[in-house]
Protein backbone atom coordinates (compact mmCIF):
# COMPACT_ATOMS: atom_id res chain seq x y z
CA UNK A 1 0.00 0.00 0.00
CA UNK A 2 1.12 3.30 -0.84
CA UNK A 3 0.23 7.20 0.01
CA UNK A 4 0.35 9.91 -1.28
CA UNK A 5 0.13 13.50 0.07
CA UNK A 6 0.12 16.40 -1.94
CA UNK A 7 1.57 19.84 -1.25
CA UNK A 8 2.28 23.03 -2.42
CA UNK A 9 -1.34 24.34 -3.63
CA UNK A 10 -2.28 27.71 -3.16
CA UNK A 11 -3.31 31.16 -5.10
CA UNK A 12 -1.24 32.26 -7.62
CA UNK A 13 -1.78 34.85 -10.12
CA UNK A 14 -1.90 34.37 -14.27
CA UNK A 15 1.69 34.06 -14.99
CA UNK A 16 2.93 33.32 -11.94
CA UNK A 17 4.20 30.18 -10.93
CA UNK A 18 3.81 27.20 -8.66
CA UNK A 19 5.81 23.90 -7.34
CA UNK A 20 3.64 20.77 -5.95
CA UNK A 21 5.54 18.36 -4.10
CA UNK A 22 3.58 14.88 -3.78
CA UNK A 23 5.53 12.54 -1.08
CA UNK A 24 4.81 9.03 -0.61
CA UNK A 25 5.21 6.03 1.70
CA UNK A 26 6.76 2.64 1.32
CA UNK A 27 9.82 1.50 0.26
CA UNK A 28 9.10 0.61 -3.49
CA UNK A 29 8.51 4.21 -4.34
CA UNK A 30 11.66 3.96 -6.52
CA UNK A 31 9.56 0.90 -8.98
CA UNK A 32 6.34 3.39 -9.23
CA UNK A 33 5.48 5.42 -12.46
CA UNK A 34 4.26 8.33 -11.05
CA UNK A 35 1.89 10.93 -12.49
CA UNK A 36 -0.04 13.92 -11.59
CA UNK A 37 -3.64 14.80 -13.15
CA UNK A 38 -6.26 17.74 -12.50
CA UNK A 39 -9.74 18.36 -12.45
CA UNK A 40 -11.18 21.94 -12.74
CA UNK A 41 -14.59 22.52 -11.54
CA UNK A 42 -17.23 21.07 -13.26
CA UNK A 43 -14.52 18.98 -15.44
CA UNK A 44 -13.66 15.00 -15.51
CA UNK A 45 -10.18 14.60 -14.13
CA UNK A 46 -7.59 14.85 -16.85
CA UNK A 47 -3.90 13.92 -17.10
CA UNK A 48 -1.23 16.49 -17.20
CA UNK A 49 2.15 14.79 -16.76
CA UNK A 50 4.36 11.19 -16.03
CA UNK A 51 7.41 10.12 -15.33
CA UNK A 52 8.63 6.84 -15.42
CA UNK A 53 10.65 5.33 -12.33
CA UNK A 54 14.32 7.02 -12.54
CA UNK A 55 12.81 10.21 -14.47
CA UNK A 56 14.54 9.19 -17.67
CA UNK A 57 11.21 9.27 -19.74
CA UNK A 58 8.65 11.93 -19.28
CA UNK A 59 5.72 13.20 -20.69
CA UNK A 60 2.97 16.18 -20.95
CA UNK A 61 -0.53 16.82 -21.95
CA UNK A 62 -0.01 18.85 -24.95
CA UNK A 63 -1.83 21.80 -23.18
CA UNK A 64 1.21 22.17 -20.57
CA UNK A 65 3.97 21.52 -22.92
CA UNK A 66 6.66 23.64 -22.18
CA UNK A 67 5.38 25.23 -19.06
CA UNK A 68 5.58 22.48 -16.70
CA UNK A 69 8.22 20.01 -15.38
CA UNK A 70 7.78 17.10 -13.54
CA UNK A 71 10.69 15.55 -11.73
CA UNK A 72 11.37 13.19 -8.85
CA UNK A 73 13.55 12.38 -5.84
CA UNK A 74 13.59 8.38 -5.41
CA UNK A 75 16.01 9.03 -2.34
CA UNK A 76 13.19 11.46 -0.59
CA UNK A 77 10.00 9.60 -2.26
CA UNK A 78 8.59 12.35 -3.59
CA UNK A 79 7.43 13.42 -7.39
CA UNK A 80 7.27 17.21 -8.19
CA UNK A 81 5.45 19.62 -10.41
CA UNK A 82 7.20 22.39 -11.70
CA UNK A 83 4.26 24.93 -12.99
CA UNK A 84 5.33 28.15 -14.66
CA UNK A 85 3.33 31.29 -16.71
CA UNK A 86 0.51 29.35 -15.16
CA UNK A 87 -3.33 30.59 -16.84
CA UNK A 88 -6.58 31.22 -15.17
CA UNK A 89 -7.90 27.36 -16.68
CA UNK A 90 -5.25 25.95 -14.60
CA UNK A 91 -7.15 26.51 -11.78
CA UNK A 92 -8.20 22.75 -10.84
CA UNK A 93 -7.33 20.34 -7.70
CA UNK A 94 -4.17 18.67 -8.90
CA UNK A 95 -3.78 14.94 -7.39
CA UNK A 96 -0.44 12.58 -8.16
CA UNK A 97 -0.83 9.40 -9.09
CA UNK A 98 1.57 6.06 -8.67
CA UNK A 99 1.25 2.95 -10.72
CA UNK A 100 2.26 -0.17 -9.94
CA UNK A 101 1.44 -2.11 -13.03
CA UNK A 102 4.81 -1.88 -14.75
CA UNK A 103 3.53 0.13 -18.02
CA UNK A 104 6.51 1.07 -20.19
CA UNK A 105 6.23 5.16 -20.36
CA UNK A 106 4.61 4.79 -23.93
CA UNK A 107 1.99 2.77 -22.67
CA UNK A 108 -0.96 4.71 -23.33
CA UNK A 109 -2.70 3.74 -20.28
CA UNK A 110 -0.56 6.23 -18.07
CA UNK A 111 -1.90 8.95 -19.81
CA UNK A 112 -5.45 8.26 -18.05
CA UNK A 113 -6.33 7.47 -14.25
CA UNK A 114 -6.96 3.73 -15.15
CA UNK A 115 -3.40 3.15 -15.39
CA UNK A 116 -3.21 3.91 -11.68
CA UNK A 117 -3.37 2.18 -8.52
CA UNK A 118 -2.79 4.88 -5.84
CA UNK A 119 -3.99 8.75 -5.49
CA UNK A 120 -3.25 11.05 -3.14
CA UNK A 121 -6.43 13.56 -1.55
CA UNK A 122 -5.77 16.54 -3.66
CA UNK A 123 -4.37 20.15 -3.58
CA UNK A 124 -6.10 22.94 -5.10
CA UNK A 125 -4.34 25.50 -7.22
CA UNK A 126 -6.04 28.58 -7.82
CA UNK A 127 -4.82 30.99 -10.70
CA UNK A 128 -5.92 34.65 -10.43
CA UNK A 129 -6.42 36.55 -13.98
Known amino acids: QVQLVESGGGLVQAGGSRRLSCAAS????????MGWFRQAPGKEREFVSG????????YYVDSVKGRFTISRDNAKNTVFLQMRSLKPEGTAVYYC??????????????????????WGQGSQVTVSS
Open 51 to 58: INWNGAST
Open 97 to 118: AASDRGYGSRDARLRTEYGYDY
Open 26 to 33: GRTFSTYS
